[in-house]
T-cell receptor, first 111, second 114 residues
Framework: KQEVTQIPAALSVPEGENLVLNCSFT??????LQWFRQDPGKGLTSLLL?????REQTSGRLNASLDKSSGRSTLYIAASQPGDSATYLC??????????FGKGITLSVRP | GAVVSQHPSRVICKSGTSVKIECRSL??????MFWYRQFPKQSLMLMAT?????????EQGVEKDKFLINHASLTLSTLTVTSAHPEDSSFYIC??????????FGQGTRLTVV
C-alpha cells in the first residue's frame, strides 16, 4: 500500500526566500506525481505534474523534481511571496489511477 | 486546463436528512471520477471511484449505503450522503482524470450536519 509523507507539516519563511518542500513515497511503481496547492476551505489547484519517466517540471517560479528510485519528490519555490501562503500537497498516482496524498505542508510567507 | 465544477460549495443540513453533491466535468468527458473526504488538517482520503454506467468502487471502510454514488453520464457524478449525522460533517472533493493525465479537482463541498 502506497504511503506518502510530507515533512514538516508547517513552514514559515520571510518573503523572498527560496524554499524546498519535500515529499516521499514508499512504492516507486507510480505513473506520475503531482503537486497541488490548497487554500483554506477551497479545492485543489494543480501546480505541476511529473510523469514517471520525467525528472522535473517547471512552471514560473516553481520547479518540481522526481526521483523514483529513492521515492522522493521536491517542490522548489523561488523568491517566495506572501501570496504563496497555502497548503501544498503532493500525490502519487498508481496504476489504478488512484491518487495517494500526503498530509500537506502549510506554508506561511511573512511580508 | 480542464475544469471540474462541484456544487454546492457549502451546505448545512439537519441530522437524518440526505444531501446530494454534484461533480461536473465542464469541457471534457470523464469516464472515471473520484470522491475524496478531507478532515481538518488532514489529507484527502479516497472514498470511492465513480465509473460511468456502472457501480462505484468503494474503498475499504466506506459505507456504500451511506454514500451513494451515481455516474449516469460522462460529465456528471453525484454523491449522496444519506441519513446524515454530525460525524459526516466534512469537506468532500471530487476529481476527474486518469493515470496518464493530471487530476482536476472540484472546488469542494463543506458539509455541516446539525
Amino acid at each position: 500500500k502506497q504511503e506518502v509523507t510530507q515533512i514538516p507539516a508547517a513552514l514559515s519563511v520571510p518573503e523572498g526566500e527560496n524554499l524546498v518542500l519535500n515529499c516521499s513515497f514508499t512504492d516507486s511503481a507510480i505513473y506520475n506525481l503531482q503537486w497541488f496547492r490548497q487554500d483554506p476551505g477551497k479545492g485543489l489547484t494543480s501546480l505541476l505534474l511529473i510523469q514517471s519517466s520525467q525528472r522535473e517540471q517547471t512552471s514560473g517560479r516553481l520547479n518540481a523534481s522526481l526521483d523514483k528510485s529513492s521515492g522522493r519528490s521536491t517542490l522548489y519555490i523561488a523568491a517566495s511571496q506572501p501570496g504563496d501562503s497555502a497548503t501544498y500537497l503532493c500525490a502519487a498516482t498508481g496504476a489504478n489511477s488512484k491518487l495517494t496524498f500526503g498530509k500537506g505542508i502549510t506554508l506561511s510567507v511573512r511580508p | 486546463g480542464a475544469v471540474v465544477s462541484q456544487h454546492p460549495s457549502r451546505v448545512i443540513c439537519k441530522s437524518g436528512t440526505s444531501v446530494k453533491i454534484e461533480c461536473r466535468s465542464l469541457d471534457f468527458q470523464a469516464t472515471t471520477m473520484f470522491w475524496y473526504r478531507q478532515f481538518p488538517k488532514q489529507s484527502l482520503m479516497l472514498m470511492a471511484t465513480s465509473n460511468e454506467g456502472s457501480k462505484a468502487t468503494y474503498e475499504q471502510g466506506v459505507e456504500k449505503d451511506k454514500f451513494l454514488i451515481n455516474h449516469a453520464s460522462l460529465t456528471l457524478s453525484t454523491l449522496t450522503v444519506t441519513s446524515a449525522h454530525p460525524e459526516d460533517s466534512s469537506f468532500y472533493i471530487c476529481s476527474a482524470g486518469d493515470r496518464y493525465t493530471e487530476a482536476f479537482f472540484g472546488q469542494g463541498t463543506r458539509l455541516t450536519v446539525v
